[in-house]
């Protein structure tokens, strides 16, 4: 089994999730006490959310490139950034490491094709759905993408990080969510991308009008089929 890189903390809840996720997923395909290989680093999100405030992309990445290094360091045979804002560094995090980083948008693309989606709702920070680099992502497999008014955006934006990244999860932001998701159905979308990490938390599979790419469980599934690679093909 390969062992997967985290750069994760941003924030330590969707970490979680991924940690969850990742040694479900070889438990079940390993059976007995089996669990993922990981190697974590965690970042300080007041760093790094002070960064995005600023704007400061090349700090961020120097944060990001370090934490990278240190999972390489620390035995990680392929490397992941549990964030989908940060994907903006994504680059950043490549280029520091020898081993293969693993895109999300990627993993994304391959829930979406695997289905027969060409055109999805992408909800999350405005970063993701108002910045080119989650969308030609996704544009590179065949994926069209469409996203919220600004009315909507402004409302998933603030709900993010005023309640979600925090670990607050409200009743109300979840009828909003959905409210938005629905106005997404309606303009074509065939499924949505939860493209924040921390939106899982608060919209279940059961809950939206449309199939839901959560981008946690798309990134993990793909990094698990990574580690466990040359043990299937053995």
Not at 58 to 75: H, K, N, P, T, V
Request: charged share 25%.
């Amino acid at each position: 089994m390969k062992t997967i890189g985290l750069v994760g903390g941003m924030s330590w809840h969707s970490t979680a999730t991924y940690y969850r996720i990742l040694n479900e997923q070889v438990a079940a395909r390993r059976g007995g006490h089996a669990s993922a290989r990981i190697s974590l680093q965690s970042l300080d999100f007041a760093e790094i959310r002070d960064c995005q405030i600023r704007g400061d992309w090349i700090r961020s990445g120097e944060l990001i490139a370090d934490a990278a290094r240190r999972c390489e360091a620390g035995g990680a045979d392929l490397v992941a950034l549990c964030t989908n804002l940060m994907h903006t560094n994504f680059g950043a995090l490549e280029d520091a490491v020898t081993v293969p980083a693993v895109h999300i948008a990627d993993a994304v693309a391959a829930v979406a094709q695997a289905n027969g989606w060409r055109t999805v709702s992408l909800i999350g920070t405005r970063g993701v759905m108002e910045g080119p680099f989650y969308t030609e992502r996704l544009a590179g497999h065949g994926i069209d993408v469409i996203v919220p008014d600004e009315t909507g955006r402004e409302l998933l934006d603030r709900v993010i990080f005023d309640e979600l990244t925090q670990g607050v999860i409200r009743e109300e932001s979840r009828a909003a969510y959905l409210d938005v998701i629905c106005d997404q159905r309606a303009r074509g979308a065939e499924a949505v991308v939860l493209a924040c990490t921390e939106i899982g938390l608060l919209v279940r599979p059961g809950d939206a009008p449309l199939p839901m790419i959560d981008t946690v469980e798309a990134h993990a599934q793909l990094l698990v089929e990574l580690a466990l690679e040359e043990a299937s093909v053995s």
